[in-house]
């Protein structure tokens, strides 16, 4: 069958899906059981004959949203808080995940343009970071401890200021994603060009391992997240510029739930960030270095595979569970 016939014969079917997506439609759980079936259907017969076609790309989102409807709709069994982390957010990350491949592309150019403009002009870091606080780290390096920063005041006082910080920033770069992606890229672009200067800084005064030892016990989750959040801005960006099928107000509202529930997912995280910067960065100078570097790594690993590998073996595991049980019934 052409696609073009294809797309006739059904789209009845797919507007109907989305009339009941956004509640105009009220249909009951078994009526969109039924309905999803059929998209399922649908949409491997798309993949087999249509493989690079917007139709399957289409359907995928379609089949993804009205996925989510069935499943908001079931009685959920445990804890809801827990359920929210361990089901909701990982389907929706993987839902979006070229978005997160996106953020990710643009921390490494940013990040770049901040090496390579600190290593061909010697005023730049300066520049980006402030005279008073490039003296201050050059005062520290110096004394034999670069990351001496991270000393003043009190645990619980940097931990909590530092949480509140980070939690700022990331909100603030997820919501401005409002304007069309733009305003999220120019947050990730001050902060990625921030930190490869500054990481250039120490590695130009030969102490670059020392930095890594001490910054990046927390960074790795903090700077993880960061991208994260500029991820669910520029989802919160898409929605608006490209709502496809859907209204723009419509896709305004699918993109605004789900990249607020993605911002949410990385707050335990940012979070766990303050308290290890807060805690542990500043005795990492007197840490073995198996110990820093173990506790970068587990970290690291941890909001590496909850943002990148668990939000796949959800979906598999989900997706076919529920396809199967569906077919049973």
Known sequence: MREAAFIKQNKEKWLEFEQAIFGKAKKNPDELASLYIHLVNDLSYAQTYYTKSKTVTYL????AITYQKIYKTKREEGNRFISFFKTEV?????????????????FFIFTG????SAMNDGS?????????????????????NPVAVYKDGSNWGMWFYITLNNLRVGITSYVLGA???????????SNCIMLGSFQYF?????????SVRGIWIHGSMEIFAMVIEAAAGLVLGASILFPKTYSRMASLKIGIKNSLKIVIGTMPFTIMAGILEGFITRYSPDMP???????ILVTLSLISFYFLIYPYLVYKNTHLKHVSTLQAA
């Not at 995928?60 to 089949?63: E, G, I, V």
């Not at 730049?124 to 402030?130: E, P, Q």
């Not at 304007?179 to 672009?189: D, P, Q």
Request: glycine share 12%.
């Open 124 to 144: 730049f870091v300066r520049l980006i970071l402030g005279d008073g606080y490039v003296n201050m780290t050059l005062e520290n390096i110096e004394n034999g």
């Open 113 to 116: 343009i901040g090496v390579l």
């Open 179 to 189: 304007f069309g992606g733009l305003g999220t890229g120019y947050v990730l672009l």
């Open 60 to 63: 995928n989102h379609l089949a």
């Open 289 to 295: 270095n198996f110990l820093s570097v173990a506790i």
């Open 202 to 210: 120490f590695y130009e005064h030969g102490v670059f391992w020392e």
């Open 90 to 106: 990982p389907l929706i990350v993987y839902q979006y995940r070229r978005y997160v491949l996106y953020a990710f592309i643009m």
